[in-house]
């Protein structure tokens, strides 16, 4: 399953939780934090109320205008307002910060709002 994030959202496939101390000390599944670090793996466009777009998805991929485009009836165009983060960067973000979602066979995501990030690592 993919999740496709609405307007300023993110999926993060988040960092694995340490399961061993540096000194070899084996840590329990009951105490193991989870970082607050991951790989964004999906963005959503951006919210509509920033301005003018940079571009547009049509058909989930981007285009910088509709220009010279043979768009159908039907076809799935949305505005794209941010570009701040791109898919596969590293960021660090809030503790507590978003969704965890299951996407199947126990692969869990994060899905948070772009303002939680608190920075690219």
Do not use: W
Not at 13 to 35: L, M, R, Y
């Amino acid at each position: 399953m993919k999740l496709i994030p609405f307007e300023d959202r993110v999926v993060i496939k988040q960092d694995e939780a340490k399961k061993e101390t540096e000194g070899g000390v084996i840590i329990p599944d009951n105490v193991q934090k989870k970082p607050q670090m991951g790989t964004i793996i999906e963005i959503g466009p951006g919210k509509p109320d920033k301005g003018q777009p940079l571009g547009y998805l049509v058909e989930d991929i981007f285009c910088q205008s509709l220009e010279g485009k043979s768009i159908q009836n039907g076809d799935r165009i949305v505005p794209v307002y941010t570009m701040g983060i791109k898919v596969g960067d590293r960021v660090a973000f809030a503790p507590h910060a978003g969704v965890e979602f299951e996407l199947g066979e126990g692969d869990l995501v994060l899905v948070m709002r772009q303002t939680d990030l608190i920075a690219r690592v």
